[in-house]
Structure formats: C-alpha cells, structure tokens
C-alpha cells in the first residue's frame, strides 16, 4: 500500500472498505477517502448538492478517464466557517469500474485497460498511470444544457435562464411529478454552475 492511502474503520453497512487517499485531485473539494463505492468530499464553502441530488464526474489519469454517476448520500456542516462535508454513493457502475476505483483508493492509479483511451488517435498504453496523477472533474456540459446557456455563460445568463425556467416548472404553477422533479434538476443545475462559475472567476 502507498504512502498516499490509508484504510479507515469500516462503517456497518458500508458495502467495501473505503481508504484516505491524497492521490486524486477533485475540483468539488478535497476528497478525504474513496473506495469501490463512493467517496468522501470537504467542500470549503456551501456544498453545491443537495442530499438525494446526482452528479456526473470524470476521473483522469494519463491513460484514460473513468466517467462516474454520484449521488449525493449524506451532507453536514463542519463548522461555521470551514465549509461542508458530503458523502457520494457511486451509481450504476459495473464490478470492474468498481475494482479500478478501489485501486485508485488505495494505490493512487488505475490500469489502461480500466478506463476510456485518452484520445481516437493514440490508443493508451499498458502502462500504469503514476501515483497522484488522478483528477476528477465535474461534466459541466450537462448542467449548461438544463438550463439552455452556453459553456461560457456569465453569472447573470444562468441566473435569468434559471429564473425564467423556475418560473415555468415551478410546483405551484405546474403541479405533477415530472414538474416537480425538473424543477429540482433546474435547481440543482443552477447551484453547480454558480458555484463552477465563482471558482473560475
């Protein structure tokens, strides 16, 4: 085991063992432990998720990426002024994505042949990718097209965009199921990119 993980103490009706690990970047926060089936993130302001809420990430490595579906399990203030906590479940990945992200967890690199090729035109190599080189980012392209704004959209585009599709999907002005949940995705889109937006202004 690497310098860069550490298991902890296994939560009851955690389904694998989850390792502290320094060898992935994230730009959500700082992750404090993965494993085969989720993750641990410290967010240093407002956590942009809601409980229940899904997120679509991108682990890099110099071989590949591995795209995941998180959901937002649990979320806690950690203090008044040192941010949120938040606890990701991996969704709907199949046994050998979940054997890469535990060798990520606990070792800090994945094989080629457990993630996408990098690029059509250079096929990856066998070779592993080194410890610390693995980033994960949130696939931003999504959230801009529920709220119909381009990638580079300002703050008040996806603000008016946000406020006139609340408007329309609203629960007191479009009753039903269907409404009622596009307007949490609405929400939720809306709170990830003004979040994006701050930390890239």
Not at 108 to 133: C, E, I, L, W, Y
Not at 181 to 189: D, G, T, V, Y
């Amino acid at each position: 085991m690497s310098a860069s993980s550490k298991p902890l103490a296994d939560h009851p009706n955690r389904k694998l063992p989850r390792h502290e690990t320094d060898a992935v970047t994230c730009d959500l926060g700082k992750i404090l432990d993965l494993s085969g089936s989720g993750m641990r993130v410290q967010f240093k302001g407002r956590c942009p998720v809601k409980v229940g809420g899904t997120l679509q990430i991108k682990l890099k490595t110099p071989n590949g990426s591995l795209p995941v579906t998180l959901r937002t399990i649990w979320r806690k203030r950690t203090g008044l002024l040192s941010g949120y906590e938040a606890g990701f479940q991996f969704m709907g990945i199949k046994p050998a994505q979940s054997v890469a992200l535990a060798t990520i967890a606990r070792f800090g690199f994945v094989s080629a042949a457990d993630v996408q090729p990098a690029s059509a035109k250079r096929p990856a190599s066998n070779t592993r990718s080194s410890p610390g080189n693995v980033e994960a980012s949130i696939v931003m392209a999504e959230y801009y097209d529920r709220l119909d704004v381009p990638r580079d959209a300002s703050m008040a585009d996806i603000k008016d965009a946000y406020r006139k599709l609340a408007r329309k999907y609203h629960p007191d002005v479009a009753p039903g199921e269907e409404n009622r949940q596009k307007f949490i995705a609405l929400r939720e889109a809306y709170d990830l990119l003004c979040d994006h937006v701050k930390r890239a202004g």
